[in-house]
C-alpha cells in the first residue's frame, strides 16, 4: 500500500491535473469489465480512441472524492508500470485493477480490503502545456460482502474513546484467533494510503490513526481479550472488529464509536480563515487570529470531514494579541506521493495551552470536476 512518486512524474501529474479543462477526442473513452464486485475483484479497463503509440496519464477518483494517481493505487498493473499505459497502433490501451480484500499479505507487511463504493478511473492523453487532448472515465463499484460469522461472542467497552478493551468468548482453548478492524464509511486514506473498508490493525491500522494485534491467543476457557489504541488520526465514526479462528471456524463482530474531544469556543479569541474555499490539488490556507494573549504560544490543527485531525506548526501571538501563519491544508500529508485533500468541509481550531483559550472556524475544499 506504501508507494512512491519520482519528482519528475509527480510534477507532470500535478500540473496535468491543475491545468486540464478536457477537450475530447471524438470516440475517446473507457469501459470496464465487470462493473462491479466485492473486495478482491478484478477490474479489467480498456480504453480506445486516443492517439496511436502514446502515454496516457490515470488517476482514481476515490469514493469520498480524492484523487490520487494511478501509480499510488494498491493493485494498478499497466503495459508501462507507475501511473502510465501506453497505446497500441490503434489508440487503444488497457489496464487491470486487482482490488484488495485483505487475504493477501503486502509487500511491507499486513493486509487490507479496498474500501467500498464508486471508484472512477480517469485516463487523459495530454499536448501541449499539459492540455487534455482526449480524455475517457469509467467508474467501477466495490460492493459489500456478506460474511457469516458465529459461534463465539464480543464485547467491546472504554473510557475514553481512546482505548478500546475487546473481550471475546467462545473460541476453543488456546486456539489463535484472527483480528481485523473495519473502518467507517468514507474514512479517507491518508497521504499514502489509500481508503480501506478493514485493515490489519497490527500494520494497516498505524497508517489509519490506530493500533492493536492482528491475531491473539485464547486462554484455557476460550477467552480473548486485547486493546484497541486511537489516536487523532484516525476517523470520527462506527467501526466494527472481527475476531475468527481458523482452526474451529468461530468467530463474532462487533461495534463501537470513536468520538472527537469536545470543543469548547472561548469568546475573546478568534481566527479567521482565508479563502473560505480552496482546491482540494492546491489546499493552501492563511489563519489569522486576534484576541490572544501578548507573546501567547497557540498550537493549531485542522480537522477533515472524516474526522481525521493534522496538527499544524504551533505559532506565537505578537504584543497586540496577534497572529498570522499561511501554510498547507493538512500539513503536506497528501503531498506523498500525490493524492488530493478530502472535498467537504473542513475545521480549523486554535488553542493557547497555557490559558485555554480556543477558536474555531471552518472552510470548504473543492474536490476535482470530470468531465466525461
Known amino acids: 500500500m506504501y508507494r512512491r512518486v519520482s519528482l519528475l512524474a509527480l510534477v507532470a501529474v500535478l500540473v496535468g491535473l491543475a491545468l486540464a479543462s478536457p477537450t475530447h477526442a471524438a470516440g475517446a473513452s473507457c469501459w470496464s469489465d465487470p462493473v462491479s464486485g466485492p473486495p478482491g ?9 486516443f492517439s496511436a503509440n502514446t502515454h496516457l496519464n490515470t488517476y482514481v477518483v476515490e469514493p469520498d472524492g480524492r484523487a490520487v494517481s494511478g501509480a499510488q493505487v494498491t493493485g494498478f498493473a499497466s503495459n508501462l508500470g507507475g501511473g502510465d499505459i501506453l497505446t497500441d497502433a490503434d489508440g487503444e ?24 463504493g464508486a471508484w472512477t478511473w480517469v485516463v487523459h492523453e495530454l499536448g501541449l502545456t499539459q492540455t487534455v487532448v482526449a480524455q475517457g472515465q469509467t467508474t467501477v463499484i466495490v460492493e459489500s460482502k456478506a460474511y457469516d460469522t458465529s459461534g463465539a461472542a464480543l464485547d467491546v467497552t472504554t473510557n475514553d474513546y481512546k482505548t478500546f478493551w475487546v473481550t471475546g468468548s467462545g473460541f476453543n482453548r488456546d486456539e489463535i484467533v484472527n483480528v481485523w478492524v473495519t473502518l467507517p464509511g468514507n474514512c479517507s486514506g491518508r497521504a ?73 469556543v472561548s469568546s475573546g479569541s478568534s481566527i479567521q480563515v482565508t479563502p473560505d474555499t480552496v482546491n482540494a490539488l ?66 480549523m481550531t486554535c488553542r493557547a495551552p497555557g490559558d485555554g483559550d480556543t477558536a474555531m472556524t471552518s472552510l470548504w475544499v473543492v474536490g476535482l470536476e470530470s468531465d466525461p
Open 192 to 264: 499514502n494510503v489509500e481508503p480501506a473498508a478493514a485493515d490489519d490493525p497490527a500494520i494497516q491500522g498505524m497508517y489509519d490513526g490506530f493500533s492493536g494485534p492482528s491475531n491473539v491467543k485464547a486462554n484455557e476457557t476460550g477467552t480473548i481479550v486485547f486493546p484497541l489504541e486511537f489516536t487523532s488520526r484516525a476517523c470520527r465514526g462506527w467501526y466494527s472488529v472481527t475476531a475468527r479462528a481458523l482452526g474451529s471456524g468461530n468467530g463474532a463482530i462487533a461495534s463501537f464509536e470513536v468520538k472527537g474531544d469536545a470543543i469548547t
Open 93 to 116: 490501451a488497457n489496464f487491470v485493477w486487482h482490488s484488495q480484500d485483505g487475504s493477501k499479505e503486502l509487500q511491507f507487511g499486513g493486509a487490507f480490503s479496498h474500501q467500498i
Open 41 to 49: 475483484t478484478s477490474f479489467y479497463i480498456y480504453c480506445s480512441g
Open 282 to 347: 492546491f489546499p493552501w490556507v492563511t489563519i489569522d487570529g486576534s484576541g490572544w494573549g501578548a507573546g501567547e504560544a497557540i498550537n493549531c490543527w485542522s480537522t477533515r470531514p472524516d474526522g481525521r485531525s493534522f496538527g499544524l506548526p504551533r505559532v506565537t501571538a505578537d504584543a497586540a494579541g496577534s497572529f498570522s501563519w499561511t501554510g498547507h491544508l493538512s500539513n503536506n500529508d497528501s503531498f506523498s506521493p500525490l493524492a488530493s485533500e478530502e472535498p467537504g468541509m473542513w475545521y
